[in-house]
């Protein structure tokens, strides 16, 4: 007999959940201190000007503009567990090159543009495989739970990764931190092995009937006409967009701004610091985005949330180099915050609404549509502060960073109060699913 809602054991019963939990923390504590020590080595080892750093940030963001949709179709044909693996081990390996190449006295630019260019291109496949992989492993009623959780865990990773990586550059150098975020990747794909829960290929209608699968253009498309089709996805789509656009132009340059002599001239310790402390608010968004839906409503909570973020990059512009700390803590509180309460309820919405064949396809969209502006942002932050300035540009960023909100306002989002109801693979539903709303 099914389990109901509320007789259902707690996910933390749930052994295959929390080999994928186990797995998450490891991989995105390790991965804050790749996130400061790669631009730290561009800045302090290498010299790198405002514009080189800013193009890490292009290059490592340039796959999910290239491979994202075809990622979801392919993603949608094959087990999601083995990508992820894969997409694990393969990040391990490129990220190790940074410190054996900086002890053989060889490190370069470029080598971290190749580095970028690797592991962003492996996170691609990694990401949608991900995001595709817990409807496989818990009931489709435990969405919010299992992605409250995973945020609750990389939220505490992001309060004490960055303090650590901070005392880990300081101490060791950046290239020698990014060793151990790269032994990160092979913990992390060591529980995801270790899960054992099958995951049977999900079958397309094509294959009931004998016929033969539509191409991979085509199954783009459909993947596109789903997210684009559905009046809330495609607010939240383009508010997510604009938001990462412009989010992007000033977190291009973010750490030269941080630790360049010019600017605020704060040492790698101080940064982790910061860092560590201002994310507090995304352990606290995590423990709450069920709870305010709940009070509030669901479409209002994204749309208050989004709204929220956007105060962000304004406390950045407005440190001053005299007493920065405070403002920024205040910064990363306030984005940590609303980035963690928007993420909860939007991405379950979207894995509540969407069928699970079409899975690999709306997160790649997605993917695709709000993260394929953050290298246009990246290289447009590069290009201004060579232009007008480092600091300049980061006001620059934080008005324009006003606007997001007002995408998912002006839709069906803003009538959304409670979760809906999940989709099967029923083609009647998963069509009025798709269907303008």
């Not at 790749?34 to 193009?55: C, G, M």
């Not at 081990?89 to 410190?99: K, M, N, Q, T, V």
């Not at 980035?339 to 069928?355: G, H, K």
């Amino acid at each position: 007999m099914r389990q109901t809602t509320a007789s259902r054991p707690s996910l933390l019963r749930h052994p295959d959940f929390l080999k994928l939990w186990t797995a998450q923390t490891i991989s995105v504590f390790g991965s804050q201190i790749s996130l400061l020590a790669v631009p730290l080595v561009a800045v302090l080892i290498l010299d790198a000007t405002p514009f080189e750093v800013a193009l890490l940030g292009t290059i490592e963001f340039l796959p999910f503009i290239l491979f994202t949709l075809p990622a979801g179709a392919w993603v949608d044909r094959l087990r999601r567990r083995p990508i992820m693996i894969v997409g694990d081990l393969g990040r391990a390996a490129a990220l190790a090159s940074i410190p054996v190449s900086y002890g053989l006295g060889d490190l370069s630019i470029w080598q971290l543009y190749v580095v970028g260019f690797i592991t962003g291109t492996l996170t691609v496949f990694f990401d949608v495989a991900n995001q595709s992989y817990l409807p496989s492993i818990v009931d489709r009623d435990q969405l919010v739970e299992g992605n409250s959780k995973l945020q609750v865990s990389q939220s505490a990773a992001l309060i004490a990764g960055p303090g650590a990586a901070g005392l880990l550059i300081g101490a060791l150098k950046a290239p020698i931190a990014i060793a151990i975020d790269s032994l990160s990747f092979v913990a992390s794909a060591f529980f995801v092995f270790l899960i054992r829960r099958p995951e049977p290929l999900v079958e397309h209608p094509a294959d009931a009937a004998s016929a033969n699968r539509p191409s991979i253009v085509t199954e783009v498309r459909q993947g596109l006409a789903f997210v684009v089709g559905n009046g809330s996805l495609r607010a939240i789509a383009a508010g997510t967009s604009v938001s990462n656009l412009f989010g992007s132009i000033g977190q291009g340059i973010l750490i030269v701004y941080l630790a360049g002599d010019r600017y605020l001239a704060l040492p790698p310790e101080q940064i982790g610091l910061v860092f560590a402390l201002g994310n507090i608010g995304a352990l606290v968004g995590a423990l709450f985005a069920n709870r305010l839906a709940g009070w509030f409503g669901l479409g209002p909570t994204i749309i208050g949330s989004l709204f929220l973020g956007s105060f962000n990059p304004l406390l950045v512009a407005l440190a001053p180099r005299e007493l920065p700390i405070p403002f920024l803590i205040a910064a990363g509180l306030t984005g940590g915050l609303s980035v963690m309460i928007y993420n909860i309820n939007q991405v379950s919405f979207r894995q509540a609404i969407c069928p699970p064949r079409m899975q690999g396809r709306m997160n790649a969209t997605m993917r695709f549509l709000v993260w394929g502006t953050m290298p246009i942002g990246s290289l447009i932050g590069g290009v201004l502060a060579n232009i007008i300035g480092v600091h300049e540009t980061i006001w620059l960023a934080a008005i324009l960073g006003l606007t997001p909100a007002i995408f998912p306002l002006l839709s069906p989002v803003r009538t959304l109060r409670e979760m809906p109801a999940p989709v099967s693979d029923d083609p009647d539903r998963e069509a009025a699913a798709g269907a303008p709303a």
